[in-house]
């Protein structure tokens, strides 16, 4: 009996593990990148704001390259294009990330040079 238990429990755990997996990979979408606004101009709340939703988008971008990494795992066998697709979609986040964190700070060095 306590046999049987445990391998209810063991399949219980392992269903939860696909579906949270599932759900992961069916919210898979690449986040926007969010706008900068001009250090010259700016008040200091804007760009307090600018900093939070970077950090915010960069949260958000590694969540987007975690689900395609987990993408990766769970679907080996995809075609070429597909994988290409993501492999670029990947590479652009990346890029992204680190395009809008450069933004930010410049704008930020701008705004306290003020």
């Known amino acids: 009996m306590k046999l049987h238990n445990k391998a ?3 399949a219980a755990l392992l269903l ?14 690449e986040p926007p990148m969010p706008v900068v606004p001009d250090g010259s101009t700016a008040d200091k709340q804007t760009m307090l704001e600018a900093y939070r939703e970077m950090r915010n988008y960069q949260a958000r971008a590694q ?4 689900c395609i990494d987990a993408l990766k795992v769970s679907e080996p066998d995809v075609d ?12 652009r ?3 992204n990330m680190d395009s809008v964190s450069r933004k930010v700070h410049a704008e930020l060095d701008t705004f306290n040079t003020r």
């Open 8 to 10: 209810i429990g063991m």
């Open 80 to 91: 070429v294009e597909i994988l290409l697709e993501r492999l670029n979609a990947y590479n």
């Open 16 to 29: 939860l593990q696909v579906v949270g997996l599932s759900q992961v990979i069916a919210d898979c979408k």
């Open 63 to 66: 969540s987007f390259l975690d």
């Open 93 to 95: 986040t990346v890029e």
